[in-house]
């Protein structure tokens, strides 16, 4: 089974930053994606930004500029730098790992992000 940690969470005021870390522990193999998704309230789950194995990254429109994902693959960690942050960003974020070769989708718990404005 794998695991997925997140932390960083917290809340911000417009135009801050936070970053998150999301750390993956157990029998992991063959990494296809690891990524960041949001859930607003009211609203469905978004993909945000995900980093592909071979280094490619990818964002959605609305975070793109402002917000930067990195992946550590010695730690089997992937983290999110969000800065400029806007009210609309306010959303409970998580982790996401797809690994054996796409076969598998695993999910952190979540961490609460809110802007202040």
């Known amino acids: 089974q794998v695991q997925l940690v997140e932390s960083g969470g917290g809340l911000v005021q417009t135009g801050g930053s936070l970053r998150l870390s999301c750390a993956a522990s157990?029998?992991?193999?063959?990494?296809?994606?690891m990524g960041w998704y949001r859930q607003a309230p009211g609203k469905q789950r978004e993909l945000i930004a995900v980093v592909i194995s071979e280094g490619t990254t990818n964002y959605a429109g609305s975070v793109k500029g402002r917000f930067t994902i990195s992946r550590d693959n010695a730690k089997n960690a992937v983290y999110l730098q969000m800065n400029n942050l806007e009210s609309a960003d306010t959303a409970v974020y998580y982790c996401?790992?797809?690994?054996?070769?796409?076969?598998?989708?695993?999910w952190g718990q979540g961490t609460q992000v809110t802007v202040s404005s």
């Open positions: 996401n790992l797809n690994d054996l070769g796409g076969l598998r989708t695993t």
């Open positions: 157990g029998s992991i193999s063959g990494i296809r994606t």
